[in-house]
């Protein structure tokens, strides 16, 4: 594991891209690394690929229909797909991924039927999928606080003995995603104190794109991210975040690490928000275009596409197939949101709890009564 220590080096200091572990090209050239690898095939490239394109396919059906006034807000991933792929598929499923509000594609990956994410931002449910059947939580709207529970949940894994077996079916370890902005956040501080001190097997994985909404990466940090882990006990690392192989194959490195009771990672997923924070931000007032298009040039699905057409792993057919199941996807994206039903009021008191208690039903009882003051029939006979 290559960790980083000392001052930043002159081209970091003169505003050049930092080292990392880099595997594939902006233009889409095989390199090699002396500690991470890529020991996947063009089927997994593919993949890699199909995904990567949907993702961004989902982001911006989704970012077009907030534009519509069918979605309250949406979080954009736009440039940031090689990090959550890579993510994604680096992890194996036994792992419990604990998301921010951004990560739609660890979700894609993960099995999650996108129409749910819509749901969460279109406000009639509040991320109503089972985290068990995916392994993968609800979205964290407060920032920081999955950092603390992927921490919890990994100590539990070691106290039930799910870690350090040498099984690969078996062990398990979580993977917290937050970002740059939250990195500043005391509870991302006391989560790496807990997993350092418990040795917990749980991968810290920060997408660094260099903006906390409009505040720059070099107002939250004078140093690089991810030379906060040895501070704490435990390694960090810097990944290509636009380079999807590299980002599977250091994910899949710290996944493995701490399935084998080998205790915490720190990746910093170097990437860029070509988008906005937020359908509510305005990027152009706070960075420049000419920083944005030198990004675009790094665009992590181009680069793929060049190295499977220099290997003729992807053919013309290949790439139009893809495009229409991403129409078909946008298509469908965009009816089942506008035909989404409001929910009933007394919804909000389902899910409280796993069993409900005395509490939570007398207030369920009182609103009731409350809503019965109105005439709010149509949905489910109880608005």
Known sequence: MTILTGAPTAHESAGCEPDYVQLLTPEGQRVEHDDYHFDGDDDLVRTFYRDMVLARRVDTEATALQRHGELGIWAQLLGQEAAQIGAGHGSRPQDFIFPTYRE????????????????????????????????????????GAQTLHATGYAMGLSADGLVGSGDVTRDACTIAHFGDGASSQGDVMESFVFAATYDAPV????????????????????????????????????????????????????????????????????????????TTDD???????????????????????????????????????????????????RHRCRTMPDPSPLAMFDHVYAESSPEVEAQREGYAVYLAQFDLTGAEGDR
């Not at 129409?115 to 969460?120: E, F, N, V, W």
């Not at 192989?245 to 710290?254: E, G, I, K, S, W």
């Not at 792993?313 to 290949?318: I, K, T, Y």
Request: glycine share 10%.
């Open 104 to 143: 739609h594609g660890v979700a894609l990956v993960r099995g999650l039927d996108p129409g749910r994410l819509l749901g969460l931002f279109r406000g009639v449910d509040h991320g109503g999928w089972d985290p068990a059947e995916h392994n993968f939580g609800l979205y964290t709207i407060v920032i």
């Open 203 to 278: 991968v810290f994985f920060c997408q660094n794109n260099q903006w906390a909404i409009s505040a720059p990466i070099e107002r939250q940090s004078r140093t690089p991210l991810h030379w906060r882990a040895p501070a704490f006990g435990f390694p960090g690392v810097r990944v290509d975040g636009n380079d999807v192989l590299a980002t599977y194959a250091v994910t899949r490195a710290a996944t493995d690490r701490a399935r084998a009771g080998e205790g915490p990672t720190l990746i910093e997923a170097y990437t860029y928000r070509m988008g906005a924070h937020t």
């Open 283 to 333: 990027p152009t007032r706070y960075r420049s275009g000419a920083d944005v298009d030198a990004w675009r040039r790094k665009d992590p699905i181009a680069r793929v596409l060049a190295y499977l057409r220099s290997r003729d792993a992807v053919d013309d057919a290949f790439v139009a197939a893809l495009e229409a199941e991403a129409d078909d996807l946008g298509a469908d994206l």
